[in-house]
């Protein structure tokens, strides 16, 4: 998984690099940040890193030169892009940090103390052992004679590619996604999935169905059958 940290780059907060950054790379996670570029407002180069990701761990901790209860307004920034991106997001709010009114402002988040740092750390560890509990998939669409089929169509405004997940037997609603060529082939990715999930894959064009039976989401693959 990667994994964006935005946080101040400044000698107070560069416990984060040093205790944060190990962290999560104990789960096997690539680290990505914004430093070199940072700024008031966020670059273009930081929200293509922050889109190629998979989550956002966000750092409002206190500015050592600003006003009292003043955070990084590029975390913010960043926060909010994330949120808007789809992407699973954890905001650190550093205590005597002001609230922020809007989108963020009723989100869950983790609580830091700098003089009860190991609770921030805690719990920032549980929400990284959730995330890994589900996981992104990219399914690769066969046989073969369907996925030709469809490459000339992928991109038309008028067809539809949902998946449904079950788990425990139970069936979920379809979640709107979207085919992509990746190489020779055309992939199916699903956000978000338990790892004891199942998917189903179904595609809808002008009256013609493509639908796929439940696969585990171990699969690199999944086999549509043509409805007539």
């Known amino acids: 998984m990667r ?3 935005g946080f101040g780059f400044n000698g107070r907060d560069r416990w984060i690099s040093d205790m944060v950054f190990p962290l999560v790379e104990a789960f096997g996670d690539s680290v990505i940040t914004g430093e070199a570029m940072f700024g008031e407002v966020i670059s273009e180069e930081v929200k293509t890193r922050i889109r190629r990701s998979n989550a956002y761990v966000g750092f409002l901790t206190r500015r050592p030169d600003g006003a009292p209860g003043e955070t990084h307004m590029w975390v913010i920034q960043e926060l909010a892009f994330a949120v808007a991106s ?3 997001v954890v905001e650190i709010r550093e205590t005597g940090v002001h609230n922020q009114a809007g989108m963020l402002g ?13 609770e921030c750390l805690v719990s920032l560890v549980k929400t990284l052992g959730n995330w890994h509990k589900e996981i992104d998939v ?16 992928h991109r038309k405004q008028d067809l539809r590619c949902t998946y449904r997940l079950r788990v425990d037997g139970e069936a979920g609603p379809e979640i709107q996604t979207r085919i992509e060529p990746i190489g020779q ?15 189903q894959v179904r595609i809808e064009y002008q009256g013609k169905n493509w639908t ?13 059958q043509k409805e007539i």
């Open 138 to 153: 990219q399914l690769q669409l066969l046989p073969e004679e369907y996925a030709q089929e469809l490459f000339p169509l």
């Open 212 to 224: 796929s039976a439940f696969e585990s989401v171990d699969s690199i693959a999944i086999r549509l």
């Open 86 to 88: 789809g992407l699973r």
């Open 3 to 5: 994994i964006f940290v």
């Open 185 to 199: 082939g055309l992939f199916v990715g699903a956000k978000n999935v338990p790892r004891q999930a199942l998917v």
């Open 106 to 118: 009723d989100r869950s988040r983790i609580t830091y103390d700098e003089a009860r740092r190991d």
